[in-house]
């Protein structure tokens, strides 16, 4: 029996983060963390080009599904007093 995707890869753990991008475009979303990872991850310790935001917010929408190059961002701001 397969597993599901939810068995593969544990538990969701959303944070919300502020991202700015080269092009002065501000996003503010939440993204995919395994619980034992944090924001910073992300950018020191994955190779995949696409950071994935999910409820993005920016100047021409919300509630959308982000794929940002990480070649375009500026910097990156965890939300909460969390894990970054």
């Known amino acids: 029996m397969a597993k599901s995707r939810k068995d593969q890869y544990g538990k969701a753990d959303y944070k919300k983060v502020t991202i700015k991008t080269s092009d002065g475009l501000t996003i503010q979303g939440r993204i ?6 944090r ?4 950018f020191t310790k994955s190779e995949a080009p696409f950071v994935v935001l999910v409820d993005a917010f920016y100047r021409e929408g ?7 190059n990480k070649k375009h961002i500026v910097w990156v701001e965890p939300e ?5």
């Not at 924001?39 to 992300?42: A, E, G, H, N, P």
């Not at 909460?80 to 970054?84: A, E, Q, R």
């Open 32 to 37: 995919n963390l395994r619980p034992e990872e």
């Open 39 to 42: 924001v910073s991850d992300l």
């Open 62 to 68: 919300e509630g959308k599904i982000l794929f940002v």
């Open 80 to 84: 909460d007093n969390g894990k970054t």
